[in-house]
């Protein structure tokens, strides 16, 4: 596609309920980012794809948080028993190799409220 | 942790006034970026700085990159209520995984 598009564009979830976002990346992109911006913050890193291969989850805030790109295109990043402070914009970004040579395209995000 | 320290977080001008907004680190970055986030929408890119001492230009947006490249300044002349936003930078220091600072917000009044 012409650009990283992100569904949905919103979601409220219960807390205690499970929520699945999901990153469709430009076509051929090899890395893929997962961010969280909090209300007032720059982007916290998540995770980081380099095709399938998950090569860093050492920002994944815990154990509920779990992401996956099983053939090197979409990927989801799925958040189990969501709790109030997991309220944010969820960001992903591609880019067509690694290294910022290449640059980074994100997504509009998906705004998760949870109530 | 935020790495990256931006300075003003706030920033509220008229049109044609001319801004300075800066981003500083302890740490050494093989590379830095600058974004602009409008509401609702995911960062776009402005520009990458690699070289220590580098300036970049973008019509009216000059950008540069610390000598250490531990810091980095964005200047805007003549600010046009279209460059309001959200102005953020990123670092990469090895792991090519951009770290963001807070960002500084524009608004620039007509």
């Known amino acids: 596609g012409a650009g990283v598009s992100q569904s949905p564009r919103y979601k409220v979830a219960k807390r205690g309920q499970d929520v699945a976002l999901r990153c469709d990346p430009i076509s051929g992109h090899v890395s893929l980012f997962w961010y969280q911006q909090a209300l007032g913050q720059g982007p916290e890193f998540l995770t980081y794809?380099?095709?399938?291969?998950?090569?860093?989850k050492s920002g994944l805030p815990s154990d509920r948080f779990f992401a996956e790109r099983p053939e090197g295109s979409v990927s989801t990043l799925k958040i189990q028993r969501t709790q109030q402070e997991d309220s944010a914009v969820y960001l992903c970004?591609?880019?067509?190799?690694?290294?910022?040579?290449?640059?980074?395209?994100f997504g509009s995000g998906t705004r998760l409220t949870v109530v | 942790t935020q790495l990256l320290e931006q300075s003003p977080q706030f920033l509220s001008i008229q049109e044609g006034e001319n801004l300075t907004v800066y981003c500083n680190s302890s740490?050494?970055?093989?590379?830095l970026q600058w974004y602009r986030q409008e509401p609702g929408e995911g960062p776009v890119l402005l520009v990458t700085?690699?070289?220590?001492?580098e300036v970049k230009k973008l019509k009216r947006l000059t950008f540069q990159f610390g000598d250490a490249r531990k810091d980095s300044s964005l200047h805007i002349t003549a600010a046009q209520p279209g460059d309001t936003g959200l102005y953020l930078c990123a670092g990469e220091s090895g792991s090519y995984i951009p770290t963001f600072g807070r960002g500084t917000s524009l608004i620039v009044h007509p």
């Open positions: 740490s050494v970055f093989s590379s």
């Open positions: 700085v690699v070289t220590g001492g």
């Open positions: 970004a591609s880019s067509l190799e690694w290294g910022a040579d290449y640059g980074y395209t």
């Open positions: 794809f380099q095709n399938e291969a998950q090569l860093d």
